[in-house]
């Protein structure tokens, strides 16, 4: 089911996405991301003209097998009153 969700919004969202977005996209990585970082005189000039760099690396795979469900829906429970 998951992969069909994402699959359906990846392609309402598909053209609005900056070519610079690397992760949750199938065939780009933080490799990507990484080789693109490479390209420094980008940043170099946007530092130049007194902007801004910004970077975040986020690294999300399989994080949500290493939880404990149970302490997940436990800890929802009491803070948010479900159920």
Known sequence: M???VS???L???DKKIDRKQFGGLQGKSTTHALFDMIQLHHWIS???K???VRL???DYAKA???VDHSTV???LISVYRIF
Do not use: M, Q, T, Y
Request: glycine share 4%; aromatic share 16%; hydrophobic share 50%.
């Open 2 to 4: 998951e992969s069909f």
């Open 7 to 9: 699959r359906w919004v």
């Open 11 to 13: 392609d309402l969202i």
């Open 46 to 48: 946007a530092l130049d």
């Open 50 to 52: 007194g902007k801004s």
């Open 56 to 58: 975040l690396f986020v």
């Open 64 to 66: 949500f097998d290493h």
């Open 73 to 75: 829906v436990r800890k």
